[in-house]
Nanobody
């Protein structure tokens, strides 16, 4: 298992930006695909973005494509989520997750960081 800690959440006005960070430890970071998920109050957790161990990026096109960018720094064992043009509907707890290369599911999760976007 890889251990992860998210940071960078907070309160921001609509149209603003935040950058979330997820610091990983415990296993070789480069052996993992990394993902970001979010869960809004009363809703199920949903996929936001992911970046593979080879830095191939995928996004939830309907909600964040063009506004959010996922990146990773293997030297720092850290994955980032740059969020621009934030909307009130982006308000949620954001979770970092890790999937060992070759696995089908994300098996390790961080504790989450709250993002609140005011209108």
């Amino acid at each position: 298992q890889v251990h992860m800690v998210e940071s960078g959440g907070g309160l921001v006005q609509a149209g603003g930006s935040l950058r979330l960070s997820c610091a990983a430890s415990g296993r070789p970071f480069s052996n993992y695909d990394m993902g970001w998920f979010r869960q809004a109050p009363g809703k199920e957790r949903e996929f936001v973005a992911a970046i593979s161990w080879r830095s191939v990026r995928t996004y939830d096109a309907d909600s964040v494509a063009g506004r959010f960018t996922v990146s990773r720094d293997n030297a720092k064992n850290t994955v980032y989520l740059q969020m621009n043009s934030l909307k009130p509907e982006d308000t949620a707890v954001y979770y970092c997750a890790a999937r060992r290369v070759g696995d089908s599911v994300f098996g390790s999760w961080g504790q989450g960081t709250q993002v609140t976007v005011s209108s």
